[in-house]
């Protein structure tokens, strides 16, 4: 007997699968359908080489001087290393995306409010990176803001229905172009002054404002989300050594590299009062050197560049949605993006940023209790309640805390803060309940 299918569209979307690739989002990655390490490293190193990275060099150059910058840059990424590094390492060894892991660890219902949670944020990054794009092509070349939000939008889209060969396609372009410029930028801008007057750069106006852990913060934040949902991208690697050298290539190098282009222009420019997000920033300095053909690459380069960011965070969010509602996430790609294209051309993404840099403070702890019960607690397998309590618990002792450093302590480091103290939490309790044979699968 024939099988019917579930819905009309379900020989479409089997189609678009046997062309395109299944993405499997329901169950974990086969061996036989793992993908190359250069495919792998090049979807990560074109997440954070990205001009946005650059402005957060800039913004850390502003406000701690550029060689306690530096420091900054250079410790916060080898802590993503670390962090992204681990957690993809295990979703390599099972094959599961961030979902499927968050459903062993919260349980098969509870595990919705993480990935849910997550995949907003994620959502929101797209729309405000999204919104970024048409707002730098808006001002700098005199174009109509909404159609080049559209135009953006639909095109990031396009990539990440393609699915994470996708990722690795606009990798391949980003990448190499992002190093061109980059590195154009920032010779030429330090080329106007002296290595001993870049590095003695003491911030803006000649004040630091920004504490040690507070540039930590910043350098952590700027990817914590998607590094928290790394298991999207490392689950399709082919062993442990793939999954940490494709890691590697994000963080610390293309990370890296993205601050230092926009800290290194910064600095050696010293412009008073910077404003990375609007002209100061390496899109603004291609632009401002005059020269017909470089604008036009510049225009093209930020197109590309943003796309890479926007569709990689829309392939999260797609991905963990599509598993939270039974779906398929090419589906949830479209539905998603055309919400983010919404949200970007109405103009309203820039309220988003604060807003979703504060719930930013909720995500430390998951990675830190994925971690805990991976390495230290060692389950494994699935479980059958719906609700974990303990990881819940956990997860809201780190982010009370991580709230408090926020507002109390803002010297500290409100992401380490929040995820250390949830880790602690998470063994602690486990330790507590351990010998408690009646709770111990619900704990």
Same mark, same amino acid.
């Given at each position: ?11 479409? !979307?089997? !189609? ?5 690739g299944? !993405?499997?989002?329901?169950?974990p ?10 495919s792998?490293a090049?979807?990560?190193a ?10 957060t ?8 001087g ?25 979703a ?28 907003t ?16 092509i ?24 393609i ?18 410029l980059?590195?154009?930028?920032? /010779? ?8 001993d ?61 993205a ?8 600095a ?26 470089l604008?036009l690459?510049a225009? /093209? ?9 926007c ?5 999260? %969010? ?7 509602l ?10 998603l993006? /055309? ?6 051309a109405g ?5 988003f940023?604060q ?5 930013g ?11 805990? !019960? %991976?390495y ?30 926020e ?37």
């Open positions: 007997m024939t099988r019917k299918p579930e819905h009309p569209l379900a020989d479409v !979307e089997s !189609e678009i699968d046997h062309v395109l299944e !993405e499997y989002e329901h169950r990655v086969p061996l036989a359908a793992r993908h190359s390490l250069f792998i090049t979807v990560w074109g997440f954070p080489m990205i001009i946005t990275g650059a402005m060099g800039s913004i850390l150059v502003l406000g701690m550029f060689s306690n910058a530096l420091a900054a840059m250079i410790i916060g990424n080898l802590i993503m290393f670390a962090y992204v590094g681990a957690l993809g390492v295990s390599t060894k099972s094959g599961m995306n961030f979902a499927l892991i968050a459903s062993n660890v919260f349980g098969t219902r509870g595990y919705a409010l993480a990935s849910g949670l997550l995949s944020l994620l959502l929101g990054w797209y729309a405000v990176q999204t919104g970024i794009t048409g707002a730098l808006s001002s700098t070349y005199g174009l109509n803001y909404v159609a080049m939000t559209i135009i953006a939008g639909l095109l990031y889209i396009g990539i990440t229905f699915g994470v060969r996708g990722l690795h396609l606009i990798g391949l372009v980003s990448v190499p172009l992002f190093l061109i980059g590195i154009f930028v920032a /010779l030429h801008s330090a080329s106007t002054t002296t290595f007057a870049i590095w003695n750069y003491a911030g803006n106006n000649g004040v630091a404002t920004m504490s040690m852990g507070a540039g930590l913060t910043v350098v952590i934040a700027l990817f914590i989300d998607a590094g928290t949902v790394t298991a999207d991208f490392n689950r399709w690697a082919q062993n442990r050594t793939h999954s940490l050298i494709a890691t590697f290539s994000a963080f610390p190098v293309s990370n890296l590299i601050m230092l282009v926009g800290g290194v222009m910064t050696a420019l010293a412009v008073p009062n910077a404003n990375p997000f609007g002209a100061d920033n390496m899109f603004g300095y291609l632009n401002s050197l005059q020269i017909g053909w604008s690459l225009f /093209l380069f930020l197109y590309i560049n943003l796309g890479s960011v569709s990689h965070c829309l392939y999260n %969010a797609a991905t963990g949605w599509s598993r939270i039974g779906s398929k996430m090419r589906i949830m790609a479209i539905v993006g /055309l919400i983010g294209i919404a949200i970007a103009n309203i993404w820039a309220f940023i807003w979703l840099s504060l719930l403070i909720l995500v430390p702890p998951i990675g830190a209790i994925l971690l805990i !019960e %991976a230290v607690l060692k389950r494994s397998g699935t479980t059958s309640h719906e609700w974990r309590k303990l990881p819940f618990i956990s997860w809201a002792i780190g982010s009370a805390v991580g709230f408090l450093v507002f109390n302590a803002p010297h500290l480091s409100t992401a380490l803060s929040a995820g250390i103290v949830a880790g602690v939490a998470h063994l602690i309790l486990s330790s507590l309940v351990q010998r408690e044979p009646a709770s111990q699968g619900n704990r």
